[in-house]
């Protein structure tokens, strides 16, 4: 493997996907996609362009019809993949500590912590970083919607993802709190380095998260453009607001909305 193959954390290449008979139209054609290592990709576009079809290729819970999804390995160790969806999908019965550790015991078998007082330690500092240590005994029930996000995102960077999948991951928030997590979410994969996807609806939240916007089109589903985004992270919230991310978050608008 090439040196430009290991620092790339996954390379999408030629992907294209047909559910059922071959003669069905294509969901996805042609995706090809490189993301370095620590890099944050948002994918944008119409509903039913495929781009949660595209997460679940990458996740390895669909398969392409044809093409290929490589997750370059540094250490020669499984990659690990991480999955993050738009409704909280806790152990209502877990607190809070136990449903970020269950991340790590559903992966007992590939466990990156190596002790049980790693483990906790590891747990702990999760809690930390999203700030949930006060609520580690709460049950997911009495905390917020908001607050239940921060331990599904806590839940599943518990394994160290080599890459992370964010399918809509704040959609069913209030606008307050998506921007909170936003800004909070960002500066904690930035701190940790994790390589990040994000399918999201909401333009303005790919462009202040991420370093690049692949701009998808429908029937088939194909990447469009990438814009980059040109803007140091972590992300500040002068940045949510400034008028340099209207402007790009307007021309990516402009882009998916031609004939307007
Ligand atoms: N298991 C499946 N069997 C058949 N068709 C499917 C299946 N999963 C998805 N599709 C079809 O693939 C297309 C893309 O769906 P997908 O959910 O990936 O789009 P999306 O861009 O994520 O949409 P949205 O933005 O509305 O969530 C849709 O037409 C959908 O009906």
Redesign the pocket.
């Known amino acids: 493997m090439t040196s430009t193959a290991i620092e790339n954390a996954l390379v999408i290449n030629g992907v294209d ?1 047909t ?2 008979a071959t003669d069905r139209p294509a ?2 054609q042609d995706v090809s996609l490189q993301l370095a290592r620590g890099e944050f990709l948002a994918v944008v ?12 290729i990458i996740q390895g819970l ?1 398969t392409a019809t044809s093409g290929t999804v490589e997750l370059p390995s540094t250490t020669g160790a499984a990659p690990r993949l991480s999955y993050v969806f738009q409704r909280s999908s806790l152990l209502p019965w877990f607190s809070v500590r136990k449903n970020v550790a269950f991340g790590i015991s559903l992966k007992a078998g590939r466990d990156v912590h190596g002790s049980k007082v790693a483990r906790d330690r590891a747990v702990d500092e999760l809690l930390e970083l999203t700030g949930l240590s006060p609520y580690a005994d709460y049950l997911p029930n009495q905390i917020s919607g908001g607050m239940q996000q921060r331990v599904n995102v806590a839940r599943a960077l518990a394994v160290r993802p080599d890459v992370l999948l964010l ?2 991951p704040f959609s069913a928030l209030d606008a307050l709190t998506r921007e909170r997590l936003q800004v909070d979410i960002c500066a904690i994969l930035e701190n940790l380095g994790t390589t990040a996807v994000l ?1 999201t ?1 909401d333009i303005r939240e790919a462009v202040f998260m991420a370093d690049r916007v692949a701009i ?1 089109s ?1 029937h088939p ?1 194909t990447v469009r453009q990438i814009v980059e985004i040109d803007e140091p992270r972590p992300r500040t919230v002068a940045f949510q607001h400034s008028p340099e991310l209207a402007e790009v978050e307007r021309s990516i608008w402009r882009r998916l909305h031609p004939t307007v």
């Open positions: 996907k559910f059922g969901v996805l576009g119409p509903s039913g362009c495929g781009k949660t079809t595209l997460l679940r669909e399918d809509e399918v609806h998808m429908a589903g």
